[in-house]
């Protein structure tokens, strides 16, 4: 069995067929990522890369103020807030300026990289979720880009708790939603995600909690999982993303955007859900290397832990 084949054994009365194996790559095989050829590569590394790392802070605001980029100024109000990750969703920048932050960015490109990921694993886990409609809790949600892709994509309809301490997000993310005709689908909760069971009229199927981890300590994280986990079927799964620094820019993103970033590995991320009992990851990294969408599983204390099932 590949590290990325997960086999589902026994039943839960909201998300998992019996026995039941899949292969979360199958999944995700025919996604058309943004990719990078070598010469790209090669003039990040030697030229762009050292500029934005070591130019003088002055001079790189300035021309940034001045080629009117709106990722930077998205970035100085709220560093690396939802409205910073619309503009690099949207990926058609009308500056100048955010031609070669949003459009060659690395970091730009890997985030619409993991939003198609995340997008489709969502939606197939959807299709296979037992509950009628499949209810999605995402934490940390923004406007909810990323869920409502996944519930246009999915063949069955799912409804989705979105739950955000920023109401802010909100209005833009209903309108999106009113656009899709998703309006009736997903209900948005202002609060902290460390104290779930409050916002909840009924379980979820499984987690989202995308684009949040590297914003906050590990303590944080653990709160919050197992704060999830109280709300959880056995079984359920979690959706979550590493962050590599891959991206080549952090040096950039701290001193010109205030951006400061918490870079963690596929399994330091794995480590502190399974303190609050997550199991069965399966990690599948975007093209550029940046990000992993990795999917985890609640396990079921009832089962013993080297049980196939029947
Ligand atoms: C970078 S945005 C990501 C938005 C969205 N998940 C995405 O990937 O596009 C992170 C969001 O997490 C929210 N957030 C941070 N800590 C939170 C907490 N404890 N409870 C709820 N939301 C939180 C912030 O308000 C922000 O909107």
Same mark, same amino acid.
């Given at each position: 069995?590949?590290?990325?084949?997960?086999?589902?054994?026994?039943?839960?009365?909201?998300?998992?067929?019996?026995?039941?194996?899949? %292969?979360?790559? @199958?999944?995700?095989?025919?996604?058309?990522?943004?990719?990078?050829?070598?010469?790209?590569?090669?003039?990040?590394?030697?030229?762009?890369?050292?500029?934005?790392?070591?130019? !003088?802070?002055?001079?790189?605001?300035?021309?940034? %103020?001045?080629?009117?980029?709106?990722?930077?100024?998205?970035?100085?109000?709220? !560093?690396?807030?939802?409205?910073?990750?619309?503009?690099?969703?949207?990926?058609?920048?009308? *500056?100048?300026?955010?031609?070669?932050?949003?459009?060659?960015?690395?970091?730009?490109?890997?985030?619409?990289?993991?939003?198609?990921?995340?997008?489709?694993?969502?939606?197939?886990?959807?299709?296979?979720?037992?509950? /009628?409609? !499949?209810? =999605?809790?995402?934490?940390?949600?923004?406007?909810?880009?990323?869920?409502?892709?996944?519930?246009?994509?999915? *063949?069955?309809?799912?409804?989705?708790?979105?739950?955000?301490?920023? !109401?802010?997000?909100?209005?833009?993310?209903?309108?999106?939603?009113?656009?899709?005709?998703? #309006?009736?689908? =997903?209900?948005?909760?202002?609060? @902290?995600?460390?104290?779930?069971?409050?916002?909840?009229?009924?379980?979820?199927?499984? =987690?989202?909690?995308?684009?949040?981890?590297?914003?906050?300590?590990? #303590?944080?994280?653990?709160?919050?999982?197992?704060?999830?986990?109280?709300?959880?079927?056995?079984?359920?799964?979690?959706?979550?993303? #590493?962050?590599?620094?891959?991206?080549?820019? /952090? %040096?950039?993103?701290?001193?010109?955007?205030?951006?400061?970033?918490?870079?963690? #590995?596929?399994?330091?991320?794995?480590?502190?859900?399974?303190? =609050?009992?997550?199991? @069965?990851?399966?990690?599948?990294?975007?093209?550029?290397?940046?990000?992993?969408?990795?999917?985890?599983?609640?396990? /079921?204390?009832?089962?013993?832990?080297?049980?196939?099932?029947?």
């Amino acid at each position: 069995m590949t590290e990325a084949e997960v086999v589902l054994q026994g039943a839960n009365p909201y998300t998992l067929t019996p026995t039941w194996s899949i %292969r979360m790559e @199958d999944w995700v095989a025919d996604i058309e990522f943004e990719r990078q050829g070598l010469l790209h590569r090669l003039l990040k590394t030697t030229v762009t890369n050292p500029l934005a790392n070591h130019l !003088p802070v002055g001079l790189l605001k300035a021309l940034l %103020r001045f080629g009117k980029s709106e990722l930077a100024a998205a970035n100085w109000v709220d !560093p690396g807030g939802w409205r910073s990750m619309v503009i690099s969703y949207d990926g058609r920048p009308r *500056q100048i300026a955010d031609k070669l932050l949003v459009s060659g960015g690395t970091m730009s490109m890997a985030l619409r990289n993991r939003k198609r990921l995340a997008s489709r694993l969502l939606a197939r886990l959807i299709d296979s979720a037992v509950s /009628d409609p !499949p209810h =999605v809790l995402c934490l940390g949600a923004g406007p909810g880009h990323i869920i409502m892709d996944a519930m246009n994509q999915a *063949q069955r309809d799912a409804i989705a708790t979105l739950v955000d301490l920023n !109401p802010e997000t909100f209005e833009y993310g209903r309108r999106q939603a009113e656009r899709l005709g998703l #309006s009736e689908s =997903v209900r948005y909760v202002q609060g @902290d995600a460390r104290e779930v069971e409050k916002y909840l009229d009924r379980p979820p199927d499984m =987690v989202k909690m995308l684009g949040i981890c590297e914003y906050l300590e590990d #303590s944080e994280i653990v709160d919050i999982v197992a704060s999830a986990a109280e709300v959880m079927p056995p079984g359920g799964p979690i959706v979550f993303n #590493s962050l590599s620094k891959a991206h080549g820019t /952090d %040096r950039f993103f701290r001193r010109i955007f205030g951006l400061h970033m918490i870079h963690r #590995s596929p399994v330091e991320l794995q480590t502190l859900m399974q303190q =609050v009992g997550f199991a @069965d990851f399966n990690s599948i990294p975007e093209p550029l290397g940046v990000y992993h969408v990795i999917v985890g599983r609640l396990k /079921d204390e009832n089962q013993p832990p080297d049980s196939k099932g029947p």
